[in-house]
Structure formats: structure tokens, C-alpha cells
């Protein structure tokens, strides 16, 4: 599958629906096309991911070692995140308690991190975007 890279800015309606950005819809492969898995982020955002991707991060919970921090991250992940049905349009309706977790706003920021999408306040998405072009010109890495 080809990576998500990218943003795009777009508005939710008053239903709380999103438009996944046409770019990113053409990534998802069609056989899975019709349902997204929302989750809330480690950061401020909320993360889309595909069923695929999806499957590899609850795979990758269930090998990790008994114990309680399995038990927490089943529990995180169980508790923050539900599937999402796509529509012929190519929108998803975001649960208001999930809109509520990014600050009720009316416009988001989609950008493609790879794997999955992640889904920003476009209010607060110009001080990440400057977090991490700080944290690429102080490191050593070169694309």
C-alpha cells in the first residue's frame, strides 16, 4: 500500500461529517475502502487509519507480554476508538465526543503520516507544523 503524505485542509458539516481528501481516499485499497478506524492521538489530533493498518495495531497489542500495561493500551485503544463508516461521498461521521477531544472545531487539517491520517484543530495546527520543522533542522536526519 502506498504511504499517506500530505495535508489538506477541509471543513466538517454540521453533521460532524469529514471529506477524506480525495488524495488519501485513492490510497485506501477498495476492498477496504468502506470503513476507517478512528482513534484519539498520542498528541492533540485524532488518527484515521485503514482496516489494514488497523489490524496491524491490534495485532501488535496482542503480542505484547501479559501484563498490565497490555491490559492499559487494550483498554486505551478499546475505550478511544470505534470503526467509521466511509459513504458514497467518501465521508466519514465523526462522533461528537471525538470532535470534542480536538476542540470542537469547524475546519481540521488532514495530513498522511504514513500509516494513517491524522486529523488536527487547524487552530492549533500551525504550532505542530513549527514543532516539527524545529525538530527536523535539529537533527541528523536527511531524507
Given amino acids: 500500500m502506498q504511504k499517506f503524505s500530505g495535508r489538506s485542509i477541509c471543513k466538517l458539516d ?55 500495561k497490555k491490559r492499559d493500551l487494550i483498554r486505551f485503544y478499546s475505550d478511544t476508538s470505534q470503526p467509521l463508516n466511509v459513504d458514497k461521498a467518501g465521508r466519514v461521521a465523526i462522533p461528537s465526543e471525538f470532535i470534542e477531544m480536538i476542540g470542537n472545531p469547524k475546519k481540521v487539517v488532514v495530513i498522511g503520516a504514513l500509516k494513517y491520517m491524522e486529523i488536527w484543530n487547524a487552530e492549533n495546527y500551525e504550532e505542530i507544523r513549527r514543532q516539527a520543522a524545529e525538530t527536523y533542522h535539529e537533527s541528523d536526519w536527511e531524507g
Avoid: Q
Wanted: net charge positive; glycine share 8%.
Fill in 14 to 68: 454540521s453533521k460532524g461529517r469529514l471529506m477524506i481528501p480525495a488524495k488519501f481516499r485513492r490510497i485506501i485499497p477498495a476492498e477496504v475502502a468502506e470503513i476507517l478506524y478512528i482513534s484519539k492521538g498520542k498528541d492533540e489530533c485524532l488518527n484515521l487509519y485503514p482496516t489494514g493498518e488497523w489490524d496491524v495495531l491490534l495485532e501488535r497489542l496482542d503480542k505484547l507480554d501479559p501484563g498490565r
